[in-house]
């Protein structure tokens, strides 16, 4: 489900920094009672998805309802089992205090939040992001560490994406040492991946390789993902 099509930052890789791709002629949001009744008429015909993912290709922390239909699909999923997962990705830019109180429970569903980083400090941010975020979205995924940690919230499980590309390759290893120092710092268990990211419910710092829009210049970033994971002891799958 995308709850939102518009973005706060305009990242090289995303379709959203393309203006003229049509997904984009008309900007909105998902329609809260429409997503609600979507949740009612799924639990009224004991219809069941393994994960609900409330994401396409605009940022859906920017919803101003996000709270109620997070809720409502938690909800849905630990009362009626709609729903085996429910996971959110964002860029954190809209990680407010508000949203953090929403997002954090202890419900018997599991659930996971996306965080896409893709730097490690302010130049490369903006070169990659196209906007200049870096000091909030840090501040705001701390903040969110220490209130998980200190609420003792088991969900959602964060996970601290990284799409390894010729333009940041060489921020890998501060990236995995920031935010699994950042995780330990909150008390929270933390594990790196690579291609994929494993079940459990602990923390994950998780590269993936750039997807290209031409065969020649996939190749060319395949590589430099994995002499990148290999630099790092990881497995690509």
Not at 56 to 70: S, T, V
Not at 139 to 152: D, P, T, V, W
Not at 177 to 193: F, K, L, M
Request: hydrophobic letters at 45%; glycine letters at 6%; a negative charge.
């Amino acid at each position: 489900m995308e709850l939102a099509n518009r973005c706060s930052l305009a990242c090289v890789h995303c379709a959203v920094a393309d203006e003229s791709h049509p997904h984009f002629d008309a900007t909105g949001y998902f329609d809260v009672p429409m997503a609600e009744a979507l949740f009612r008429d799924l639990i009224d015909a004991g219809i069941s998805f393994d994960t609900l993912i409330l994401f396409w290709l605009g940022d859906p922390l920017i919803h101003p309802e996000f709270a109620r239909i997070w809720a409502g699909a938690v909800r849905a999923s630990a009362e009626h089992g709609v729903f085996g997962k429910v996971e959110v990705h964002t860029n954190a830019t809209h990680l407010t205090d508000t949203n953090i109180a929403a997002l954090l429970n202890e419900a018997t569903v599991p659930q996971v939040i996306h965080f896409s980083l893709d730097a490690t400090d302010r130049d490369r941010y903006l070169a990659i992001k196209g906007r200049d975020r870096f000091d909030l979205v840090v501040g705001n995924i701390k903040r969110f560490l220490a209130e998980k940690s200190r609420l003792g919230a088991p969900w959602p499980r964060p996970v601290f994406q990284f799409i390894v590309g010729s333009n940041n390759v060489d921020q890998v290893a501060s990236f995995r040492r920031e935010w699994v120092q950042a995780c330990t710092d909150a008390g929270i268990p933390v594990r790196v991946a690579a291609g994929h990211v494993p079940s459990g419910d602990d923390a994950v710092i998780f590269f993936r390789q750039l997807d290209c829009p031409t065969a020649e210049m996939q190749q060319r970033e395949n590589a430099v993902f994995q002499e990148a994971m290999a630099a790092q002891g990881l497995t690509v799958p």
